[in-house]
């Protein structure tokens, strides 16, 4: 049963409505919103909130799905840099605690006895003890606080206040106890696998808008004004086109990175220069088939600039291939980047990567947590798959040859 399409306006209403028309676009769409969405918010909803969520815990690494720890929070003596707003937004924020993985604790005289996390079938606890008024108060003088039999005083700024047994009890049960479930479980490093899969997903996301926005910028540049002017500038961008279209993509990438050095972004740029050739041939294509239209004629008559004549007239008229073109390359952005890490010259450690992730967990697979490894690899394929059936919808909805 077709599903019919109102004509009425421009073309490329007619293209949105025809390509909204169409339930996998749709759903397609809307799953790449969401990551997005999720990309954005980054550590405002990830369960750990340190930068690049690498906040690990050796002793629960490798536990799984909807594994739940309790934590003791012992302060750090470093000092903590203010963040703004954006910036923990965009970088997150240093833990002002150290996180130490507990089975219980208790107190012992004005000490607090910790039983370190141990696996059900270890047959040895560890216990570290530290001071309470090394926990409760780090920033006061040892010699400012005194213990009278069941009492504690902390003597600060000219005054004394003083706290019982339970109260202290009470302080470290409200200030230091921390209880988190890990809903996708912990990597080898013991870091929380949906924090390090939600933070990683901007690295994916970057990689495509910053290479396609690359590739955009270089090929629409050339391809115009190789189609537009002709002569010895078209000859010199095809040969271009050509040499660099003969070397295989992954090659090239893997030199680039290699010139450039390993980054963040540098992958970036890397990838971006590897994918402007097809959105400079396809763009010299429609500018030459458009260039003779009897409206560019008309253009030069009135006396227009070929700046003008170009980005005003030209342009504006070929974007649906380049549209689609861009789709496509979105998806073979995200896949060269997760290639890339997964052979370690990519983004480097610690920051998430889903080809990293990849590589520290596909020997996992012969074992009975493969899912470290496939986890990211399904994050990999959905996204790559949203793309590329974005890409055909955008195709179809394109085609002015097609009958609804």
């Known amino acids: ?48 909130s340190t ?13 799984k799905p909807g594994f739940r720890a309790t934590f003791f929070l012992i302060p750090k003596s470093v000092n903590q840099v203010s963040k703004g707003i954006l910036g923990k937004l965009i970088w ?8 130490v993985p507990i089975l219980s604790y208790r107190l012992d005289g004005w000490d607090i006895v910790l039983t370190e996390y141990a696996e059900p079938e270890d047959s040895v606890n560890i216990e570290t003890r530290y001071a309470v008024a090394q926990i409760l108060f780090p920033d006061i003088l040892s ?12 003597h600060s700024s000219g005054e004394t206040i003083t706290y019982t047994s339970h109260q202290i009890d009470t302080l470290i049960e409200k200030n230091h106890i921390k209880t988190q479930r890990f809903w996708l479980g912990t990597d080898r490093f013991g870091r929380d696998m949906l924090s390090r899969l939600i933070i990683g997903a901007r690295v994916s996301l970057s990689v495509g808008f910053i290479a396609v926005a ?19 500038f078209d000859d010199l961008v095809m040969w271009l086109i050509n040499v660099v279209w003969s070397i295989p993509t992954l090659l090239m990438v893997i030199a680039l990175t290699m010139v450039m050095g390993k980054g963040f972004w540098q992958i970036f740029v890397a990838v971006g220069l590897t994918m402007w050739v097809e959105v400079a041939r396809v763009v010299r294509g429609q500018v030459m088939a458009l260039r003779e239209k009897e409206f560019i004629e008309a253009a030069k008559v009135l006396g227009f600039g070929s700046g003008r004549i170009i980005f005003q007239h030209i342009l504006p008229n070929a974007l649906g291939p380049v549209v689609i073109i861009s789709a496509g390359n979105f998806a073979t952005a995200i896949l060269l980047e997760a290639g890339l890490s997964f052979l ?25 947590k493969a899912y470290l490894a496939i986890l990211p690899g399904v994050a990999i394929m959905l996204l790559v798959l949203a793309f590329t059936i974005i890409g055909n919808g955008l195709r179809d909805a394109m085609d002015t040859k097609s009958v609804d």
């Open 51 to 63: 930068p690049w969520a690498n906040n690990q815990h050796l002793e629960i690494a490798t536990q």
């Open 1 to 48: 049963m077709s599903t019919y399409i109102n004509r009425e306006g421009s073309p490329w209403k007619i293209a949105f409505r025809r390509f909204f028309s169409n339930r996998l676009s749709l759903v397609s769409s809307v799953f790449i919103g969401v990551i997005t969405l999720f990309t954005l918010l980054g550590y405002t909803i990830t369960p750990d």
């Open 92 to 99: 997150g924020k240093q833990s002002a605690y150290r996180e």
């Open 214 to 232: 690359i590739s955009l910028l270089i090929g629409i540049v050339l391809g115009a004004a190789a189609g537009y002017f002709r002569g010895w």
């Open 344 to 368: 370690g010259i990519g983004v480097q450690p610690p920051v998430p990567s889903w080809g990293t992730m990849i590589k520290d967990h596909y020997g996992y697979i012969i074992m009975d």
């Open 143 to 154: 010699q400012d606080v005194t213990y009278q039999n069941d009492m504690l005083q902390v």
